[in-house]
């Protein structure tokens, strides 16, 4: 992608684009049920924004749904113990199962259930978000064949405060011996790395055990940020970009800014960042997390919920980017990518 000289770029006014598909790379359904949530429902706008009608009215036809877990938080997700933990993840797991068998969701399994259109039901690929609910693979052979034949297909070795098997963003702890043997098991698998809230150190061992491509699910620039482990530096962009990864935009207002107030231009700097690091728009597209922890206040300015997602496009427009290039971000390239690494 070129970028457009600020006095050919076109006023938002004139800008018209046509009600389109969206696949949102990371969305904590599964959570935000256990939480109390019933998705079934429109959410109420001031305390939530995502449920699955909101989702569908606004042509979001695919998603990453999450299993989040993560220590001794004092919710739904939270755990003490190895057995805690695979706990709270069989309950998000079972969230999925029973939205599935209700008719609300569409568990993508394999490459031909992937949307092709918009659709009624929300088709989600199943992330696993920290990855303490698996067992030790040198231990069990079995367990994470049956988490795989139950649906998952993305997974992140760790969360923030990282797990056994790798150290997150809060940490400058590497992979563990077990976390080895986890990459070994989920590569064979054939189940997604997400490297969102990997250490630097955990992303670069990652990187030197799989031959595999990677996602970051819901990640934003560090350079754009002044620093922290939790965003992207350069040279991790430009990795993912070299394995046809995909990078999900987050966008959570303190992700994105460091002012008080993140706008919709806040998002189009981090994506024409990655797009520059990358020399190519195809690892770009949406990581919302949108309710993954906050309320739409946390969102930015001018983003109340997912029926606002077309304003990035819109800015995205403005900015130069093609048809084309709009319509990889709001689908494309996560189905691009999918269509690759899911099974036949």
């Known amino acids: ?13 004139r800008i018209l684009l046509p009600f389109a598909m969206w696949f949102d790379g990371h969305l904590d359904l599964a959570w935000n049920a256990l939480c109390g ?21 606004a042509g979001v036809a695919g998603a990453l749904g999450t299993i989040f877990t993560a220590p001794n938080e004092p919710d739904c997700a939270g755990y003490t113990d190895s057995a805690g933990a695979r706990r709270a993840g069989r309950r998000q797991l079972a969230v999925y199962h029973a939205l599935e068998r209700r008719g609300a969701i569409r568990i993508v399994r394999r490459a031909a259930d992937l949307p092709t259109g918009p659709t009624d039901r929300l088709h989600v690929v199943v ?19 049956r988490w795989h034949a139950a649906g998952l297909r993305v997974a992140g070795l760790a969360w923030a405060r990282g797990t056994r098997f790798a150290g997150g963003n809060g940490t400058e702890d590497g992979l563990t011996a077990a976390g080895r043997a986890l990459i070994a098991a989920l590569d ?32 934003n620039c560090r350079a754009l940020m002044g620093g ?7 040279r991790q962009i430009r990795a993912i970009a070299a394995r046809n990864g995909v990078i999900g935009l987050n966008l959570l207002g303190r992700f994105l800014s460091t002012r008080k107030h993140a706008t919709i231009e806040d998002c189009v700097r981090h994506v024409d960042h990655v797009a520059a690091c990358a020399g190519t728009t195809a690892i770009c597209a949406l990581g919302s997390d949108a309710d993954g922890g906050f309320t739409p206040d946390g969102l930015p300015k001018g983003i109340r919920g997912p029926r606002d997602f077309e304003a990035i496009a819109t800015a995205l427009a403005r900015r130069g980017w093609s048809d084309a290039d709009l319509r990889g971000f709001r689908s494309m390239h996560w189905l691009r990518f999918l269509r690759r690494a899911l099974p036949a």
């Open 188 to 219: 064979a698998h054939g189940i997604v790395h997400d490297v969102s809230h990997l250490s630097d150190r955990a992303f670069d061992e990652l990187l030197d055990l799989t031959g595999q491509p990677v996602i970051a699910s819901h990640s």
């Open 127 to 145: 992330l696993m978000e920290g990855a303490d609910p698996l067992a030790d693979p040198r231990r069990s052979q079995v367990d994470l064949a």
């Open 1 to 13: 992608m070129r970028a457009v000289p600020a006095d050919r770029r076109i006023p938002a006014a």
């Open 228 to 234: 922290g482990q939790r965003h992207l530096a350069d």
């Open 37 to 57: 949530r019933d998705l079934r429902h429109p959410a109420d706008g001031r305390t939530a924004c995502i449920a699955l009608p909101d989702l569908r009215a």
